[in-house]
C-alpha cells in the first residue's frame, strides 16, 4: 500500500469534470485506490463518491493506491491533480 497527500489547487475544487477525469485515470488501474480527507474515506473509482466528498480548493486528500499496480497508480493520479484534472490552475 502507498499513499501521498496533495493539496487540491483547482480554483472551484473538484467539480464534475476534474472528478470524472481522476475517476476515468483510476478505473485503468487493478490496484483499489481510496481518496482520504478529514474524517471521509471514498472509493476513488466512483465519481458520486468522489463528488460526494465535496473536495474545495486548499483542502488536503490523500490518495491510497493498494494493489499490483499501487505504485505507478500513485504516481499517475497524483501528477493529473498536481496538473488539476483538466482545469486552469491559478499560479
Known amino acids: 500500500m502507498v499513499s501521498r497527500k496533495l493539496t487540491i489547487k483547482n480554483p472551484n475544487g473538484l467539480h464534475l469534470r476534474p472528478v470524472g477525469m481522476f475517476c476515468?485515470?483510476?478505473i485503468e488501474f487493478r490496484s483499489k485506490?481510496?481518496?482520504s480527507m478529514?474524517?471521509?474515506n471514498v472509493n476513488g473509482k466512483s465519481v458520486l463518491?468522489?463528488?460526494?466528498?465535496?473536495?474545495?480548493?486548499?483542502?488536503?486528500?490523500?490518495?491510497t493506491c493498494e494493489g499490483e499496480d499501487e505504485e505507478k497508480a500513485l504516481s499517475v493520479l497524483s501528477?493529473?491533480?498536481?496538473?488539476g484534472l483538466g482545469?486552469?490552475?491559478e499560479e
Open 24 to 26: 476515468k485515470l483510476a
Open 33 to 35: 485506490i481510496s481518496i
Open 38 to 40: 478529514e474524517n471521509t
Open 49 to 63: 463518491s468522489v463528488l460526494g466528498a465535496c473536495i474545495k480548493t486548499g483542502d488536503e486528500i490523500e490518495i
Open 79 to 83: 501528477k493529473a491533480v498536481e496538473d
Open 87 to 89: 482545469d486552469i490552475l
